[in-house]
């Protein structure tokens, strides 16, 4: 089965962080967020990768191929452009297989998936979701959800943390306690979604995925939630990649769920 990483946006809230380096790539712990996220899927034996390349893509590529992953034991398929071209390294490492896939440098989040059809092969369920946002997802239960209920479509819903810390007051309006950024008690769309084939049904080349593709669904009874209570943050801003590389110094990196 595919997993489907959408990793081509431009990084616009990381400032100057993300205005040379793809957002993918900018590091947790000294490595990628792209590898934290790859990591979790493969530790669940979703190990077969199509990157969605766009803005500063070929970052991405020579960061797989570069000196780094010389010990490791993975396939990359070179798709973007002509025949495939396969790369195979025989020592100990990651089982990983990459497709890179060259969406474009601007295009919308549903275009770059309807870009990828042809690298899905025979596959009628695969797996999609953003390449900055990472949790501890059970995702053999989330597959089993989706197959399950039957539908076109089921994305991860989850309970986003207040940007702020809430005070709660008594009747005096004296203030009684801090909290410091709670969870929500609202759902949101969290990625980590499982499609099938007729998805592109759906989809155009220019299409924003989270806006008509996912409205209609809802509209049609084809989009299901599975919820997620445990561990999700998005790194959007630089403040959250502080945040994510102080969780992982002290030991507390809820997302990795691999040994």
């Not at 957002?23 to 493969?42: D, N, Q, S």
């Not at 409205?215 to 299901?224: D, K, P, V, Y």
Request: aromatic share 12%.
């Amino acid at each position: 089965m595919k997993t489907v990483i959408l990793c081509g946006g431009r990084g616009t809230r990381l400032g100057e962080h993300g205005a040379t380096v793809p957002k993918a790539l900018i590091e947790i712990g000294g490595r990628p967020v792209l590898w934290h996220l790859l990591k979790i899927y493969a530790h669940h034996g979703l190990n077969d990768f199509v990157l969605c390349l766009g803005y500063l893509g070929d970052s991405i590529k020579r960061y797989f191929l570069d000196h780094h992953w010389l010990d490791q034991d993975f396939t990359l398929q070179m798709n973007s452009a002509g025949d495939p071209q396969l790369h195979k390294h025989t020592q100990r490492g990651e089982n990983w297989r990459i497709t890179f896939a060259d969406t474009g440098l601007d295009t919308n989040t549903g275009g770059r998936v309807n870009r990828i059809k042809k690298y899905l092969d025979g596959d009628d369920t695969f797996c999609v979701t953003y390449g900055d946002g990472l949790a501890n997802v059970d995702l053999p239960a989330l597959l089993a959800f989706h197959r399950a209920h039957g539908r076109l479509a089921t994305l991860t819903a989850v309970h986003p943390r207040s940007n702020f810390g809430i005070l709660k007051l008594d009747a005096e309006n004296a203030v009684t306690e801090f909290e410091e950024k709670p969870p929500m008690n609202e759902w949101i769309n969290g990625g980590f979604f499982v499609f099938e084939r007729q998805i592109f049904d759906y989809l155009d080349d220019h299409c924003v995925l989270e806006r008509e593709p996912l409205e209609r669904l809802a509209r049609e009874r084809q989009l299901i939630a599975y919820p997620h209570t445990g561990f999700w943050k998005c790194m959007d801003t630089y403040k959250d990649n502080l945040e994510f590389n102080q969780l992982w110094e002290a030991e507390q990196a809820e997302w990795k769920v691999w040994a």
